[in-house]
């Protein structure tokens, strides 16, 4: 998924894709999977993790995924279909704060990147925590925008980047960090915590997956950054890539744990939440 201030592209990078995969990979086996399972992928994208969760329910089973972006989920459809999964992995158009399953519909359930998006992510981890069966396991995967670093010579410039990237690039760029409390604070057990950086030593790819380019134009149109310090920074950019020396990293934050049992009420009967 592309930064975007409440946005997600319809044509994630394949770049960024590759560079996730090893924690994408391990945010799908922390679900513990098995056959006739129910899955939710919220923030399916072009729906490729969806299908991989669609290989591990198996055609007893179901894999849910949901994505704002329409144009989205209508690849992911096509993907679904292509890989021959499409009778148990659907895909839906979808508020992450309300999400159209009863409580408890699914064994497990899984986010990824949606939350730095959102203007309210804590009512969309309740409808994430509502929908989980009590007992049933929840990751999610998210960054931290904080540590966006990229090494240049004008240091100055690229700390005023990033804190503009931060503050105005997206609704809640500090997500990864929050993740831990959520879900404390929500009593979920066996909690993992798993911080991996993304690493791009390209500035080609940089310019995409972070998207530079845009950063500069919107830092310029809001006055953040002059039009000789935008021409300062993307020369820095330049002679970095002509050294072979680029580099930039952003930390990803992946938090899983078991939904708490239910609770019993006063008269003895369960109350699910």
Known sequence: MVISKGIVSANPPSTGAQLMAHIRQTSVDL???????RALDLGCGAGMDAITMGH?????GEVHGVDYDEAMVTQARVHAAADGVSAWVTHHHA???ALPWPNGFFDAS???LVFQHLLDPERAFDEL???TKPGGQLVVLDGDWATLTIDSDETELERRLVQFNAAHMMNNPFSGRHLRRMFASRGFTDLTIDVQPVILADVAAARQMMRLNALTREALATGVIDAGEAQRWDASLSRASDSGAFFASVNMVLVSGRKPPRRASAGGNQRQT
């Open 110 to 112: 899984r986010s990824e």
């Open 56 to 60: 591990l329910v198996g055609p007893t």
């Open 95 to 97: 508020s992450a704060s």
């Open 31 to 37: 679900l513990a999977l098995k056959a006739g399972h």
């Open 129 to 131: 925590m509502r929908v």
